[in-house]
């Protein structure tokens, strides 16, 4: 018996699986669903479309302004660290020159940076860069998944009530609204209170938000 050695398609590794067929739709799936607006009750933060320029971003973390209620994100990157109010996109505080110990989170087992502004005296952690994560799910249903069906350039969906890709149509149970196409991709999550997304590339910052009284479009 004569044996023949069969040649892989160009990049593919001998122990590499091929793709099912539903892996083949799936990824099909999510590359053809354009970037859609996030649905209600979610708003954009910020007047562009990909949110507001921070140069050199390494990570986000959330904290609550003890005076209004509302979400603060806060940005580490090599400029600096800075406070958002996340439902009106105001940068509330800013500190130009952290001291060194304390300008990234991997200094730390926590991943946290020292808070300003409001948050002083606090610590808050950081995703992104060094590891650490945000929420990815809310109490009412509401989901963020990244996704890369594409490599390197992460996708990311927001889905109600487990409607994630695997089911239901695009722009009814999940939406993909945003894509790092541009930039490198940080970190995505919920705010521990549900009420805002954030999205964090090496440039730049977007932000979502809900009333605190506005559930999920289903309820």
Same mark, same amino acid.
Request: net charge negative; glycine share 10%.
């Given at each position: 018996?004569k044996?023949t050695k069969k040649t892989l398609p160009?990049?593919?590794?001998? $122990?590499?699986?091929e793709l099912s067929?539903y892996?083949?739709?799936?990824?099909n799936?999510?590359l053809?669903a354009?970037?859609v607006?996030?649905?209600?009750p979610?708003?954009?933060v910020f007047e562009?479309?990909?949110g507001?320029p921070v140069?050199?971003?390494?990570?986000?973390?959330?904290a609550?302004?003890p005076d209004t209620? =509302?979400?603060?994100?806060?940005?580490v990157s $090599?400029d600096? =660290?800075?406070? *958002?109010?996340?439902?009106? !996109?105001?940068?509330?505080?800013?500190?130009?020159?952290p001291d060194?110990e304390d300008s990234?989170?991997?200094?730390v087992?926590d991943?946290?940076c020292?808070?300003? !502004?409001?948050?002083?005296?606090?610590?808050?952690?950081?995703a992104?860069? *060094?590891?650490?994560?945000? $929420?990815?799910t809310?109490?009412d249903g509401w989901s963020l998944?990244?996704?890369?069906p594409a490599w390197p +350039?992460?996708r990311?969906?927001?889905?109600?009530?487990?409607?994630l890709p $695997?089911?239901g149509?695009?722009?009814?149970?999940?939406?993909?609204i945003?894509?790092? +196409?541009?930039s490198? *991709?940080?970190a995505?999550?919920f705010?521990?209170t549900g009420?805002?997304?954030?999205?964090?590339t090496?440039?730049?910052?977007s932000?979502?938000?809900?009333s605190t009284d506005?559930?999920?479009?289903? !309820?």
């Amino acid at each position: 018996m004569k044996w023949t050695k069969k040649t892989l398609p160009v990049g593919q590794s001998a $122990h590499e699986p091929e793709l099912s067929a539903y892996q083949r739709a799936m990824r099909n799936r999510l590359l053809a669903a354009p970037v859609v607006p996030a649905p209600e009750p979610w708003r954009p933060v910020f007047e562009y479309d990909y949110g507001v320029p921070v140069g050199g971003l390494l990570g986000i973390g959330f904290a609550t302004d003890p005076d209004t209620g =509302h979400d603060l994100v806060m940005v580490v990157s $090599h400029d600096g =660290h800075g406070l *958002f109010d996340a439902v009106t !996109g105001e940068k509330i505080a800013r500190d130009r020159d952290p001291d060194p110990e304390d300008s990234t989170p991997d200094a730390v087992a926590d991943l946290s940076c020292p808070g300003l !502004g409001p948050v002083t005296g606090s610590r808050v952690r950081i995703a992104g860069l *060094f590891g650490g994560g945000l $929420h990815t799910t809310t109490e009412d249903g509401w989901s963020l998944e990244v996704v890369t069906p594409a490599w390197p +350039n992460e996708r990311i969906l927001l889905s109600i009530d487990g409607g994630l890709p $695997h089911e239901g149509p695009h722009r009814e149970k999940w939406w993909h609204i945003f894509h790092s +196409n541009y930039s490198t *991709f940080r970190a995505a999550g919920f705010s521990p209170t549900g009420r805002t997304i954030a999205i964090a590339t090496s440039s730049d910052l977007s932000l979502w938000t809900r009333s605190t009284d506005d559930r999920h479009a289903d !309820g």
